[in-house]
Each structure stands twice: as C-alpha cells, then as structure tokens.
C-alpha cells in the first residue's frame, strides 16, 4: 500500500518518479492531494503554447495521478471532491500507476510486413487479461490488422522504436 504522501517535496518526487524528473510543476495542495500543471518553459510562451494545459490531480493517500482535461483548477478540486464523495462522473483518467501493459515479440519479418504477438495484462485484474493476438503490421502504409486502440498503441511504439536505427524492435513493453 502506498504511504501517505504529506508534504510537497515528497509530492515533487513521487511524481519525477511517476512521471519523469524533465518537468517543472505548479502545485496547489487541497484536501485531499494536490492540484498539478506543467509549468510551460519561456519557449513555449512565447510561442503561444501554453493555453490547454491539462491539469493533474495526484491523491496523497493513494498515489493515484489522474489526468483533467485543461479547467480551472476550483472546478478540477470541486469535481474531483464531487465525484470522490458522491460517486458522480468525473472528465479524468487515471495516469499513474499504470493500469495496463502490453507485450510485444516479434514473430515473423518480410520485407514489406512485419509481425508481433501482442500480450495485454490487465494489471488490476491479471486474470482478466485478453488472450494474446497477432499483430500485422504493413511497413509502408503502417497499416496493421487488427487495427483496435490496443493495436494502434502497439505499432506506434514499434515505429518509433524503428524511425530510431531503422530496425524493428524484437521484442519490448509499453504500460498505460
């Protein structure tokens, strides 16, 4: 079980730990955790970019991070205080910790295909998790079949892996 984050300087580092140390943070504590943004850099105001940041919320007795689209942040702390004591819906989704993970081993490559077996683990429910699939990737049209939101997530972190030293990955992990 997660232990009580209570100060600011732990909330700081859970979230470098969650999240990744290459962010500058606004936080503004409420009952229950804090209110996070990103602090946009001198570059991206200047460029006009930082309006539509989301907002996160990062609940100091569970560790929870979940993400708000961009509001105030008075109506992020009253829906998320809404939807904590009342059950009502809320426009978030969970970020950290993560929730699924997907395994990918290359199977099979031709010069104009390339296939994985795609294993999801449900890391809630393990034994709810899908049964593995295949995975057809088209490496001209990056088109694949199936071409559900898992299978999209899937070939996206296997053409990244590949625009970086023109190869297909064999075998990797991504989590969500």
Do not use: C
Not at 32 to 51: A, F, K, T
Not at 109 to 116: A, I, L, N, S
């Amino acid at each position: 079980m997660q232990e009580p984050i209570t100060t600011e300087q732990q909330a700081r580092a859970y979230l470098a730990t969650a999240l990744g140390d290459n962010h500058q943070y606004r936080m503004f504590p409420f009952e229950l955790g804090w209110v996070v943004y990103h602090q946009p850099g001198d570059e991206r105001i200047s460029q006009g970019r930082y309006l539509g940041l989301t907002k996160l919320v990062l609940n100091a007795q569970t560790g929870v991070i979940l993400e708000f689209p961009s509001l105030p942040m008075d109506i992020v702390v009253e829906t998320y205080l809404s939807a904590i004591r009342e059950g009502t819906w809320m426009p978030a989704h969970q970020i950290y910790p993560y929730r699924i993970r997907v395994h990918l081993q290359l199977t099979n490559e031709e010069p104009d295909t390339v296939e994985y077996r795609i294993h999801t683990e449900v890391m809630e429910s393990p034994r709810y998790s899908p049964p593995p699939y295949q995975l057809l990737i088209d490496k001209h049209t990056l088109s694949s079949q199936p071409s559900d939101p898992m299978s999209m997530l899937a070939l996206s972190w296997a053409q990244i892996r590949n625009h970086t030293d023109g190869s297909w990955p064999t075998h990797g992990m991504l989590e969500y």
